[in-house]
């Protein structure tokens, strides 16, 4: 089954704008080509851009993917305003042969949290991922693993 993340960005417009749409910008990489109708927006007010991306597949471990998205006017073609970018980090694929996690007491999902947050910066994007994934499907060996990787094992406050 295919993994859909939705990207909304909230913009902000002085002068408004009509005749628009949100595109990727990228250059290479899995959502070149996309673009989603945006509305026409009044001046003095704010927006809710959306995109929903498919979640590339990755091999083996987690992947980081980032793109580049823009407001691009449909005549002209020229983009207008900032660049929006999202970022993510995938799971790494599970194997088979792990066994499920039991379920997580409220005083070691907290030690996790806590050894998440003391993480460095370069890192806790990846591990929050991981967690909300943890979070999500109830298994917690990912993040298990990636905390132990980066020298916190948890694994005997499991049972």
Partial sequence: MEKKIRKTWQVCTKTGWSGLTLRCLDVD???VGLSEAVPNVPGRSRADLSVTLTVPKGEGGSQSIQSKWGL???????????DLW?????????????????ATPASFLNEIILAVSNMPDDKKGEL???????????????ILTALK??????TSLKN
């Fill in 29 to 31: 990489g899995p959502y």
């Fill in 72 to 82: 691009v006017n449909t005549k002209t073609g020229k983009q207008i305003g900032d």
């Fill in 86 to 102: 999202v970022r993510f980090t995938t799971a790494p694929k599970a194997t088979p042969a792990t066994p499920a996690t039991p």
């Fill in 128 to 142: 929050s991922n991981l967690l909300h994934e943890a979070l999500t499907t109830d298994n917690y060996t990912p």
């Fill in 149 to 154: 990787t980066n020298g916190v094992d948890l």
